[in-house]
């Protein structure tokens, strides 16, 4: 963003804050500074540790407080990523962007397709809807994360929504067939429902779901289903 976009900012703030009868006008003007300082999608924690490193003490709490004004205001934009605490953007009025979320590292992507824009409102018309705004979230594995991956990984280290396909069981014979048993065959695409958290695995094999203890789920290798076709 240009600077002076940002000083623009910081005088359009001074006036509003006064305005609201807010105290601390410093203090919010340098949580404001440093907060359009950062082109990144920060968390309200995130900030208190930039501003704390910077000898402006202020708590967590009042830098969260800012942030949602912040947005009130139409200067930052609160993302809730699902799986993920909230998240403040610069809101640079007239632009746009949509987003790819990294389900196992948390990176976050920024990304504009004119393409898909013009289709999102070429069919929201066609379906007499007249759109407004919206937002964009893919979720899925960064190029870093797609890299470091095995190319066999135990079920219980795919991410929830991967499709993978299951290419081999460890733990004998006997397990091999108590997992076919249940539909789990060699060669079956299963999408992961669930893979963390207390209680079951949950996959999804065709339009059956399969609960399965930790114990059982590790001895299942998997592969992403795309890599193999
Ligand atoms: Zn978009
Ligand atoms: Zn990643
Ligand atoms: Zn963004």
């Known amino acids: 963003m240009l600077v002076k976009d940002h000083r623009d900012i910081h005088r359009q703030f001074k006036v509003i804050f006064e305005r609201e009868g807010l105290d601390r006008i410093d203090e919010r003007l340098s949580i404001l500074e440093a907060f359009l300082g950062a082109e990144t999608h920060m968390t309200s924690a995130e900030l208190t540790k930039i501003l704390n490193e910077k000898g402006v003490s202020v708590s967590e709490s009042f830098v969260a407080e800012n942030l949602r004004l912040f947005s009130r205001y139409g200067f930052a934009q609160e993302k809730k990523f699902t799986g993920q605490v909230p998240r403040y953007e610069h809101r640079h009025l007239g632009r746009h962007h949509d987003h790819f979320i990294c389900v196992r590292c948390g990176t976050i992507i920024e990304f504009y397709s004119p393409e898909i824009e013009t289709l999102q409102t070429e069919v929201a018309r066609r379906m007499g809807f007249h759109d407004l705004q919206h937002q964009m979230e893919i979720y899925g594995l960064c190029s870093n994360c797609l890299q470091k991956r095995e190319p066999a990984i135990p079920l219980t280290m795919a991410s929830p929504g991967e499709?993978?396909?299951?290419?081999?069981?460890?733990?004998?014979?006997?397990?091999?067939?108590?997992?076919?048993?249940?539909?789990?065959?060699?060669?079956?695409?299963?999408?992961?429902?669930?893979?963390?958290?207390?209680?079951?695995?949950i996959v999804a094999s065709r339009e059956t779901r399969i609960a399965l203890g930790y114990g059982m789920a590790k001895n299942i290798l998997v592969s992403m289903a795309h890599n193999t076709e």
Request: aromatic share 2%.
């Open 163 to 201: 499709r993978v396909r299951i290419i081999g069981f460890v733990g004998g014979k006997g397990m091999e067939r108590r997992l076919t048993g249940m539909g789990l065959n060699r060669g079956a695409d299963v999408e992961v429902i669930k893979s963390s958290g207390p209680g079951p695995l």
